[in-house]
Protein backbone atom coordinates (compact mmCIF):
# COMPACT_ATOMS: atom_id res chain seq x y z
CA UNK A 1 0.00 0.00 0.00
CA UNK A 2 1.01 3.53 -0.08
CA UNK A 3 3.15 5.26 2.58
CA UNK A 4 1.51 7.59 4.77
CA UNK A 5 3.27 10.67 5.77
CA UNK A 6 6.00 11.21 3.38
CA UNK A 7 7.05 14.47 5.11
CA UNK A 8 6.85 13.03 8.81
CA UNK A 9 10.05 13.27 10.89
CA UNK A 10 12.42 10.01 10.07
CA UNK A 11 14.71 7.70 12.47
CA UNK A 12 16.64 5.04 10.80
CA UNK A 13 18.57 1.94 13.33
CA UNK A 14 20.06 -0.63 12.13
CA UNK A 15 18.32 -4.26 12.65
CA UNK A 16 18.94 -5.77 16.31
CA UNK A 17 19.87 -2.21 18.03
CA UNK A 18 17.69 -0.12 20.23
CA UNK A 19 15.76 2.49 18.85
CA UNK A 20 13.66 5.80 20.98
CA UNK A 21 11.10 7.98 19.74
CA UNK A 22 10.37 10.81 21.14
CA UNK A 23 7.65 12.88 21.50
CA UNK A 24 6.74 15.84 23.02
CA UNK A 25 3.23 16.70 24.52
CA UNK A 26 1.26 19.96 24.81
CA UNK A 27 -1.73 19.73 27.28
CA UNK A 28 0.34 19.49 30.87
CA UNK A 29 -3.68 18.22 32.09
CA UNK A 30 -2.93 15.41 29.91
CA UNK A 31 -3.02 12.55 32.62
CA UNK A 32 -2.98 9.38 29.74
CA UNK A 33 -0.42 8.61 26.70
CA UNK A 34 -1.03 6.15 24.24
CA UNK A 35 2.00 4.83 21.77
CA UNK A 36 0.83 3.80 17.92
CA UNK A 37 1.81 1.69 15.41
CA UNK A 38 1.15 2.12 11.46
CA UNK A 39 2.20 0.37 9.09
CA UNK A 40 1.75 1.28 5.48
CA UNK A 41 -1.96 0.47 4.25
CA UNK A 42 -2.85 0.38 7.68
CA UNK A 43 -5.01 1.80 10.44
CA UNK A 44 -2.54 2.67 13.54
CA UNK A 45 -2.76 -0.24 16.37
CA UNK A 46 -2.13 0.05 19.80
CA UNK A 47 1.41 -0.55 21.53
CA UNK A 48 1.35 0.52 25.07
CA UNK A 49 -0.05 3.13 27.22
CA UNK A 50 0.86 4.90 30.45
CA UNK A 51 -0.86 6.87 32.73
CA UNK A 52 0.20 10.30 34.62
CA UNK A 53 0.71 9.10 37.57
CA UNK A 54 3.90 6.20 36.34
CA UNK A 55 6.84 7.31 34.60
CA UNK A 56 7.84 3.95 33.06
CA UNK A 57 6.13 1.28 31.73
CA UNK A 58 7.17 -2.21 29.70
CA UNK A 59 5.70 -4.00 27.55
CA UNK A 60 7.25 -6.75 25.19
CA UNK A 61 10.40 -5.29 23.74
CA UNK A 62 8.89 -1.82 24.08
CA UNK A 63 9.01 0.79 26.85
CA UNK A 64 7.21 3.87 27.86
CA UNK A 65 8.60 6.44 29.60
CA UNK A 66 6.36 9.48 30.63
CA UNK A 67 8.92 13.10 31.87
CA UNK A 68 5.88 15.57 33.20
CA UNK A 69 7.97 18.06 34.14
CA UNK A 70 8.83 18.78 30.56
CA UNK A 71 5.86 17.42 29.02
CA UNK A 72 8.31 14.68 27.03
CA UNK A 73 7.18 11.09 26.34
CA UNK A 74 9.51 8.43 24.45
CA UNK A 75 8.75 4.77 23.25
CA UNK A 76 12.02 2.33 23.54
CA UNK A 77 11.82 -0.33 20.98
CA UNK A 78 14.67 -2.99 22.16
CA UNK A 79 16.19 -5.42 19.61
CA UNK A 80 14.30 -4.07 16.70
CA UNK A 81 13.39 -6.24 13.64
CA UNK A 82 12.46 -5.65 10.08
CA UNK A 83 8.61 -5.95 11.75
CA UNK A 84 9.04 -2.50 13.42
CA UNK A 85 9.55 -0.40 10.22
CA UNK A 86 6.43 1.93 10.51
CA UNK A 87 5.19 5.73 11.75
CA UNK A 88 5.08 5.73 15.04
CA UNK A 89 2.18 8.50 16.90
CA UNK A 90 1.81 9.38 20.40
CA UNK A 91 -1.59 10.05 21.57
CA UNK A 92 -2.64 12.60 24.59
CA UNK A 93 -5.98 12.27 26.43
CA UNK A 94 -7.31 15.11 29.24
CA UNK A 95 -9.40 13.56 31.89
CA UNK A 96 -13.29 13.87 30.72
CA UNK A 97 -11.93 14.90 27.23
CA UNK A 98 -13.73 13.13 24.69
CA UNK A 99 -11.02 12.37 22.42
CA UNK A 100 -7.38 11.03 21.86
CA UNK A 101 -5.12 14.14 20.60
CA UNK A 102 -2.37 12.53 18.12
CA UNK A 103 1.60 14.12 17.84
CA UNK A 104 2.99 14.36 14.35
CA UNK A 105 4.70 11.09 14.67
CA UNK A 106 7.71 9.61 13.45
CA UNK A 107 8.83 7.05 10.78
CA UNK A 108 11.33 4.29 11.58
CA UNK A 109 13.02 2.58 9.21
CA UNK A 110 14.95 -0.89 9.90
CA UNK A 111 18.25 -1.01 8.42
CA UNK A 112 18.90 -4.48 7.75
CA UNK B 1 -16.61 -8.54 14.26
CA UNK B 2 -13.38 -9.25 15.03
CA UNK B 3 -12.63 -5.11 14.30
CA UNK B 4 -13.35 -1.81 13.05
CA UNK B 5 -14.36 -2.85 9.44
CA UNK B 6 -14.73 0.32 7.03
CA UNK B 7 -15.70 0.54 3.03
CA UNK B 8 -14.80 0.80 0.68
CA UNK B 9 -11.03 0.92 1.23
CA UNK B 10 -10.41 3.22 -1.74
CA UNK B 11 -12.65 5.53 -3.44
CA UNK B 12 -11.82 7.64 -5.84
CA UNK B 13 -14.49 10.48 -7.03
CA UNK B 14 -14.91 13.04 -9.35
CA UNK B 15 -14.78 17.14 -7.97
CA UNK B 16 -18.15 18.47 -7.04
CA UNK B 17 -19.68 14.60 -6.24
CA UNK B 18 -20.74 13.63 -2.98
CA UNK B 19 -19.29 10.34 -0.86
CA UNK B 20 -20.34 8.14 1.87
CA UNK B 21 -17.78 6.21 3.97
CA UNK B 22 -19.07 3.04 6.00
CA UNK B 23 -17.52 2.13 9.52
CA UNK B 24 -18.62 -0.63 11.33
CA UNK B 25 -17.33 -0.68 15.08
CA UNK B 26 -16.86 -3.49 17.13
CA UNK B 27 -19.40 -5.02 18.70
CA UNK B 28 -20.33 -4.00 22.09
CA UNK B 29 -17.95 -0.75 21.54
CA UNK B 30 -19.77 2.54 22.68
CA UNK B 31 -17.59 5.41 21.59
CA UNK B 32 -17.06 5.97 17.77
CA UNK B 33 -14.58 8.21 16.21
CA UNK B 34 -13.86 9.50 13.23
CA UNK B 35 -10.20 10.91 12.15
CA UNK B 36 -8.51 12.38 8.53
CA UNK B 37 -5.15 11.37 7.96
CA UNK B 38 -3.64 13.61 5.06
CA UNK B 39 -0.09 12.74 3.27
CA UNK B 40 2.64 14.02 5.30
CA UNK B 41 0.14 14.85 8.71
CA UNK B 42 -0.75 13.32 11.58
CA UNK B 43 -4.40 12.38 12.47
CA UNK B 44 -6.77 15.03 12.56
CA UNK B 45 -9.82 14.69 14.65
CA UNK B 46 -13.20 15.20 12.89
CA UNK B 47 -16.19 13.47 14.86
CA UNK B 48 -17.13 11.03 17.78
CA UNK B 49 -19.77 9.51 19.48
CA UNK B 50 -20.70 8.35 22.55
CA UNK B 51 -23.78 5.93 23.54
CA UNK B 52 -26.89 8.20 23.01
CA UNK B 53 -25.09 11.49 23.34
CA UNK B 54 -25.39 13.93 20.85
CA UNK B 55 -22.12 13.59 18.66
CA UNK B 56 -18.84 15.78 19.53
CA UNK B 57 -18.52 17.34 16.05
CA UNK B 58 -15.77 20.07 16.94
CA UNK B 59 -13.47 18.30 14.64
CA UNK B 60 -15.41 19.25 11.11
CA UNK B 61 -13.68 21.16 8.64
CA UNK B 62 -16.53 22.66 7.00
CA UNK B 63 -20.61 21.90 6.63
CA UNK B 64 -19.74 19.80 3.92
CA UNK B 65 -18.66 17.11 6.44
CA UNK B 66 -21.32 15.26 8.42
CA UNK B 67 -21.75 12.23 9.89
CA UNK B 68 -24.44 10.04 12.26
CA UNK B 69 -24.10 6.71 13.60
CA UNK B 70 -27.53 4.57 13.42
CA UNK B 71 -28.40 2.29 16.53
CA UNK B 72 -25.25 2.74 18.28
CA UNK B 73 -23.26 0.76 15.78
CA UNK B 74 -22.79 1.62 12.07
CA UNK B 75 -21.31 5.04 11.41
CA UNK B 76 -21.54 6.81 7.84
CA UNK B 77 -19.46 10.03 7.36
CA UNK B 78 -20.41 12.00 4.33
CA UNK B 79 -18.86 14.22 2.33
CA UNK B 80 -20.38 16.67 -0.03
CA UNK B 81 -19.55 18.82 -2.90
CA UNK B 82 -15.95 16.93 -2.47
CA UNK B 83 -12.51 19.25 -2.95
CA UNK B 84 -9.35 18.22 -3.74
CA UNK B 85 -8.37 19.01 -0.14
CA UNK B 86 -10.57 16.35 0.99
CA UNK B 87 -8.43 13.26 0.13
CA UNK B 88 -6.96 11.68 2.39
CA UNK B 89 -7.24 8.92 4.45
CA UNK B 90 -10.36 8.35 6.80
CA UNK B 91 -10.08 6.30 9.53
CA UNK B 92 -12.75 5.22 11.80
CA UNK B 93 -12.21 3.98 15.86
CA UNK B 94 -13.90 2.69 18.01
CA UNK B 95 -13.67 1.75 22.40
CA UNK B 96 -15.38 0.37 25.17
CA UNK B 97 -15.34 3.95 26.80
CA UNK B 98 -14.47 7.34 26.15
CA UNK B 99 -10.77 7.72 25.15
CA UNK B 100 -9.41 6.04 28.08
CA UNK B 101 -8.42 2.63 26.99
CA UNK B 102 -7.00 3.38 23.59
CA UNK B 103 -9.07 2.78 19.79
CA UNK B 104 -8.79 0.45 17.79
CA UNK B 105 -8.82 1.45 14.06
CA UNK B 106 -10.01 0.25 10.77
CA UNK B 107 -7.82 0.38 8.04
CA UNK B 108 -9.35 3.09 6.58
CA UNK B 109 -10.88 4.61 3.77
CA UNK B 110 -8.71 6.19 1.38
CA UNK B 111 -10.66 9.16 -0.83
CA UNK B 112 -8.90 10.55 -4.14
CA UNK B 113 -10.68 13.31 -5.68
CA UNK B 114 -9.91 13.99 -9.66
Known amino acids: GESVGLHLPTLSVQEGDNSIINCAYSNSASDYFIWYKQESGKGPQFIID?????DKRQGQRVTVLLNKTVKHLSLQIAATQPGDSAVYFC???????????FGQGTRLTINP | GAGVSQSPSNKVTEKGKDVELRCDPI?????LYWYRQSLGQGLEFLIY????????KSGLPSDRFSAERTGGSVSTLTIQRTQQEDSAVYLC????????????FGSGTRLTVV
Open chain 2, 27 to 31: SGHTA
Open chain 1, 91 to 101: AENTGGAQKLV
Open chain 2, 49 to 56: FQGNSAPD
Open chain 1, 50 to 54: IRSNM
Open chain 2, 93 to 104: ASSLAQGRYGYT
